[in-house]
């Protein structure tokens, strides 16, 4: 009698049980079968890369739309849009309430010049929530844009009125349909908010021009070429976030975690692999980093080959004959360091042969030409003063302009750059002077000349 | 025991019950995809072959690793009455001057060596002392990635005679320089020069007054950045040299600016043409009369779009004519939609008398076979455009020039290629596509449908 209440109990139990695995057997053996991720033509890139793709794509999970979407995020890193784009997809239909996949789904189709459909998707996503919607209203009002769909764009830019990148936007779009004034306005919130930024002065001064003032384009236009910012953009970010997937993932990512090997003295591992590397197949990265171990291991030699078969290769850049200068210096070959240095400088940029210009002046100190050396230390002081210039120090920039200028009273651009700086310091009798000093050198050296005729006499 | 087994059972199945679904949900989870992957649409731009008798074959030294050509000009250097080819080569580092000695063969001559300067963006053959001998305007590009720094210059290579060339900066100080070209803009009789300060985020349009004695005085026209190139032509017909630039990086637009005469231009420079899609990606304007009108047009190249780590080629990149139609006004007309256009040149490349038009591309789905690295596009003689597929290799094509090389009456075709990114494996440096015309058998096209995008 006390059996017989636990055995229906059981008996359900198993009943339900038996129903559930019916259900379930039912249920795998007849459900439609899972879409594969597709496989781009992953050979293009070097086997290790190629390799991870391969393990990416076989490790998806057919019904997790994270790991379709982080294997269309890595597509997408590496240019195979269109099947990024079907992995997108692919994760969006399986979470079809997911705002931030579906944002990325529509940026991939707005990268791939699916305007139409980009736009329908950013729309999605906005409806479903979006965190970040004004940043895709931004990429939509641009892709209104992409199809000359001004007013289109125009309604879109201003429900994402928060980012100065769409207010930048929408005074673009008024200059262009002859509201001067009106750009003006939005312009002068932006040159306000971010003075350093170059594109809202620059549009400023195209604003102005339109509108007949010319002392104020002018003005503007001076201001653009002193701002060093860029107009802060959405897209910054996800460019940022697609060039961090390149840069992590295969072989660029294999060679920065060797970097950091080397770096911690793991001199051994990190030769054998990238030695390996080379041999999969030769990069200049690669081999860079293995002159880095030669160097470390005293194989001075061997490092000054490597480089020289990476500029062999690559061509030479300032950079490329900076590294295999070097690699000469440490081998104890002096007059080819020298010799490639001075090729390197010539292809500049100043600012970033500095540290050059001072070997080169210690080069020549060594051999006993002060002419030279001071030559060279002239031009270090010139770059870095023309970069504390450039970076808003015109303070710092006139007296590395000045040192410079003591060495070497004879280059022009020099007592130009002065001019410049001081200038900013509303030293304008010492700018005519310097401006003055730079003609006597280079008669018809044009910006001293426009700056004596801003400046007046 | 019966009742304590009788729990125990009960306890299993109820756990069972309880975990069977779990089990079922993850053998669903990790069951192995079996079906089709999802659909891949490629957007790769291909065109229906054409029938041109075109034969392909490398110019200079086979590529090595990524070569990254960045210009390609069809001039007869030495005056001997062949056409040569000159070469800016930013991975050798030079220029490089391939002379035609008789017909089919070339020779490589650096113009300098070893090149003193950065990478060669572009070259202008111009006798600049006009001293009766051609010699070369150099845009030294300073470096090829977007920078700010001070990198470029202008710089005439002094032909000396005996295939010797003297370097001369004319212009330095400034930011990356796309083309110089030379005329004489201020009615003096000497020959000035105009500088596109391409830049990055910063650039200009400069004039540059040709003073004596190789000094040249430096006038700004337009603060803005990315002119790239800056053909001269009399555009309004009024007797002088006028100046047209395609400014690309913060704006899309093409501007004339009108010499008044004595040095002096147009303070308020004409809008010739400009979209409000900032991502159009205007790569280049030729001068050139395409409808033989006698008035100088324009084409406009657009297919550069570095935005992400790679490209992809866009619906709106492609070759846009701008017809002349006097008194400044020029009509846009679109003349070909083609994913990452880089360049176009003009030439009759079917013998009919009439201008047809050769365009590259450097950012094709590269990824997906027989995507079009060369097209021509057939001019009906009316100004109406079909596009013919002339090459899928090498891929990332970045400059064209067209010119009757091989002396049969058609023109020929030089490209080189900018190799930068992914996939490698269909390198070219410098390609010559030569006409092999015989009577009768170049019938230009197939009268097939033109190929448009998948």
Redesign the interface.
């Known amino acids: 009698m006390?059996?017989l209440p636990?055995?229906p109990?059981?008996k359900v139990?198993?009943a339900?049980?038996v129903a559930?695995?019916l259900a379930?057997?039912a249920?795998?053996l007849w459900?439609?079968?899972?879409?594969?991720?597709?496989?781009?033509?992953v050979e293009?890139?070097d086997p290790l890369t190629a390799e991870q793709m391969r393990q990416m794509r076989d490790g998806?999970?057919?019904?997790?739309a994270e790991d379709w979407s982080e294997l269309a995020e890595m597509y997408?890193?590496?240019?195979?849009?269109?099947?990024a784009?079907?992995?997108y997809?692919?994760a969006c239909e399986l979470s079809p309430e997911h705002a931030e996949r579906r944002g990325d789904w529509a940026f991939c189709l707005s990268?791939?010049?699916?305007?139409e459909e980009a736009l329908a998707e950013f729309q999605q996503a906005i409806a479903l929530g979006h965190p970040d919607a004004a940043a895709l209203r931004y990429f939509a009002g641009?892709d209104w844009?992409?199809?000359?769909q001004?007013e289109a764009?125009k309604r879109t830019f201003l429900l994402a009125a928060d980012l100065p990148a769409a207010r930048y936007e929408l005074a673009?779009?008024d200059l262009?349909e002859g509201r001067g004034g009106r750009a003006a306005e939005r312009l002068e919130r932006l040159q306000r908010e971010i003075p350093d930024c170059?594109?809202p002065h620059?549009?400023r001064?195209r604003a102005e021009r339109r509108l007949g003032n010319a002392r104020e384009a002018e003005e503007y236009?001076r201001r653009?070429?002193a701002a060093r910012g860029?107009l802060p953009t959405p897209?910054d970010e996800r460019?940022e976030r697609?060039?961090q997937v390149?840069h992590q993932f295969g072989r660029q990512g294999r060679l920065e975690q060797l970097r950091q090997e080397i770096e911690r003295g793991r001199l051994a591992e990190a030769r054998r692999e990238l030695e390996w590397l080379l041999q999969q197949q030769w990069s200049a990265e690669a081999a860079d980093l293995l002159s880095d171990v030669d160097h470390a291991e005293g194989r001075f030699d061997q490092a000054r080959r490597r480089l020289g078969e990476v500029l062999d290769?690559?061509?030479?850049?300032l950079h490329w004959l900076w590294r295999y200068g070097e690699a000469c210096e440490a081998a104890g070959e002096l007059d080819e360091a020298g010799r490639v240095w001075l090729?390197a400088v010539?292809?500049?940029?100043?600012?970033?042969a500095q540290g050059l210009f001072v070997k080169l002046s210690q080069l020549y100190e060594s051999r006993g030409d002060v002419d030279e050396a001071r030559r060279f230390k002239a031009r270090f002081y010139h770059a870095a003063g023309?970069e504390r210039l450039d970076s808003g120090q015109p303070g710092a920039a006139r007296a590395s302009l000045e040192e410079s200028l003591a060495l070497d009273a004879e280059r022009a651009?020099t007592w130009y750059y002065l001019g410049q700086a001081l200038e900013a310091l509303d030293r304008t009798a010492d700018a005519r002077r310097a401006y003055g000093r730079c003609l006597e050198l280079q008669?018809?050296?044009?910006?001293a000349?426009?700056a004596l005729r801003r400046i007046g006499p | 025991m019966?009742?304590g087994y009788?729990?125990y059972?009960?306890g299993i199945?109820?756990a069972?019950?309880l975990l069977?679904?779990f089990?079922?949900w993850y053998?669903?989870?990790?069951?192995?995809?079996?079906?089709?992957?999802?659909?891949?649409?490629?957007?790769a731009w291909r065109f229906a072959p054409s029938s041109l008798p075109l034969q392909a074959s490398p110019l200079g030294p086979p590529p090595?690793?990524r070569p990254?050509l960045t210009h390609v000009q069809v001039f007869d250097l030495d005056q001997d009455g062949r056409l040569d080819v000159l070469a800016c080569?930013?991975?050798?580092?030079g220029v490089f001057w391939y002379r035609q000695t008789e017909a089919g063969q070339w020779d490589e001559r650096p113009l300098l060596e070893?090149?003193?300067?950065?990478p060669p963006a572009h070259v202008t053959v111009v006798d600049l002392d006009q001293d009766q001998d051609l010699d070369v305007l150099v845009s030294d590009l300073?470096?090829v990635w977007p920078?700010n720094?001070?990198?470029g210059r202008a710089v005439w290579l002094e032909n000396l005679g005996d295939w010797r060339f003297q370097p001369q900066v004319l212009l330095d100080?400034v930011r990356r320089v796309t083309d110089v070209q030379a005329g004489d803009l201020d009615g003096d009789g000497d020959l000035d020069l105009v500088v596109a300060e391409f830049g990055f985020?910063?650039g200009r349009l400069?004039w540059?007054?040709n003073?004596g004695g190789q000094?040249?005085?430096?006038?700004?026209l337009m603060?803005?950045?990315g002119p790239i190139h800056v053909p001269l032509a009399d555009y309004d017909g009024d007797g002088d040299l006028d100046i047209a630039t395609v400014f690309t990086q913060?704006?899309e637009e093409v501007w004339g600016f009108e010499n008044l005469g004595g040095g002096r231009f147009d303070p308020r420079p004409r809008l010739l043409y400009?979209?409000?899609?900032?991502?159009l990606g205007g790569a280049g304007l030729v001068q050139c009369d395409l409808d033989q009108d006698g008035d100088p047009d324009l084409l406009l190249s657009a297919g550069d779009n570095l935005?992400?780590?790679?490209?992809?080629?866009?619906?709106?990149h492609g070759c846009i004519w701008l017809q002349n139609l006097g008194s400044w006004r020029f009509q846009p007309r679109r003349l070909a939609h083609f994913?990452g256009t880089y360049a176009a040149a003009p030439g009759d490349l079917d013998g009919d008398g009439d201008l047809d038009v050769a365009l590259v591309s450097i950012f094709n789905?590269?990824?997906r076979p027989g995507a079009a690295s060369l097209a021509w596009l057939e001019n009906d003689g009316r100004q109406h455009f079909t596009p013919w597929q002339i090459a899928d290799q090498p891929t990332s094509l970045c400059t064209v020039a067209c010119g009757d090389l091989n002396g049969d009456g058609r023109a020929d075709i030089v490209a080189g290629g900018l190799h930068i990114?992914?996939?490698?494996?269909r390198t070219g440096r410098i390609t010559l596509w030569l006409s092999r015309h015989a009577a009768g058998s170049a019938q230009a096209g197939t009268g097939a449908q033109a190929g448009a995008r998948p």
């Open positions: 006390n059996r636990r055995m109990l059981a139990l198993l339900v049980l559930e695995l379930g057997t249920l795998v459900q439609p079968p899972q879409p594969v991720p597709p496989l781009p033509p293009i890139f998806v999970r057919p019904r997790a997408l890193a590496h240019g195979f849009y269109p099947e784009e079907a992995c997809r692919r990268r791939m010049g699916r305007i641009r844009l992409r199809l000359e001004t764009a673009r779009l262009a170059l594109a620059w549009l001064a236009e653009a070429a860029r897209f460019s697609v060039r390149y290769r690559e061509g030479p850049s090729r010539a292809l500049g940029p100043e600012s970033e023309v651009a008669a018809f050296h044009g910006r000349l426009d | 019966s009742r009788t729990g059972l009960t199945l109820a069972a019950v069977v679904p089990v079922f053998l669903l989870q990790v069951a192995p995809a079996a079906g089709p992957p999802p659909k891949v649409e490629p957007a090595h690793d990254l080569d930013a991975q050798r580092l070893p090149w003193p300067f950065g300073g470096n920078t720094a001070r990198v100080d985020d910063q400069l540059l007054e003073m000094a040249f005085r430096e006038r700004q603060a803005a950045p913060e704006e400009s979209t409000p899609n900032h991502d935005d992400l780590v790679y490209h992809y080629p866009q619906p709106y994913g789905d590269w990824a990114k992914e996939p490698f494996d």
